[in-house]
């Protein structure tokens, strides 16, 4: 698996099966490079998110909130919870509505995101392309 190439941080999704609930948790929150990270599948997105969510977020807002489900791309500062980074990657695999494959790659500088980028991973291309943005 990829825990062979890289540290793995990862959480359960909707279509999860047990033997995966099993092995990793619905949230985590870990630091990295001095960034507050929380990750979880469903969390909603800013202005809307997921019963119970906004306020877990108001109360101990991440510097970095991943999240997934919609596998709509979004990266998105959210002013009104510390200036938190929301983000949604997007969909790399095969699960889901969604007509293009994407990831994110984030440049961590002194506990800051300071640049997303997003990787459209087309199984045509030799190489996966990828796109700057600014958080």
């Not at 507050?36 to 202005?47: E, F, K, L, Y």
């Not at 970095?64 to 510390?82: F, M, P």
């Amino acid at each position: 698996g990829l825990e062979a190439v890289a540290p793995v941080t990862a959480v359960w999704g909707n279509v999860d099966d047990a033997s995966i609930r099993h092995r990793v948790p619905e949230h985590q929150r870990v630091t990295v490079d001095g960034l507050d990270v929380w990750m979880t599948h469903i969390a909603g997105r800013p202005g809307r998110w997921q019963q119970g969510m906004g306020d877990k977020l108001r109360a101990d807002p991440p510097d970095l909130l991943v999240c997934g489900h919609s596998h709509i791309l979004q990266v998105e500062r959210v002013g009104a919870l510390d200036d938190m980074l929301f983000v949604n990657p997007g969909a790399a695999g095969k699960q889901g509505l969604h007509q293009k494959k994407t990831c994110l790659r984030l440049a961590i500088e002194d506990g800051r995101a300071t640049k997303a980028q997003v990787v459209h991973l087309d199984p045509e291309a030799a190489a996966p392309s990828s796109s700057p943005t600014e958080p």
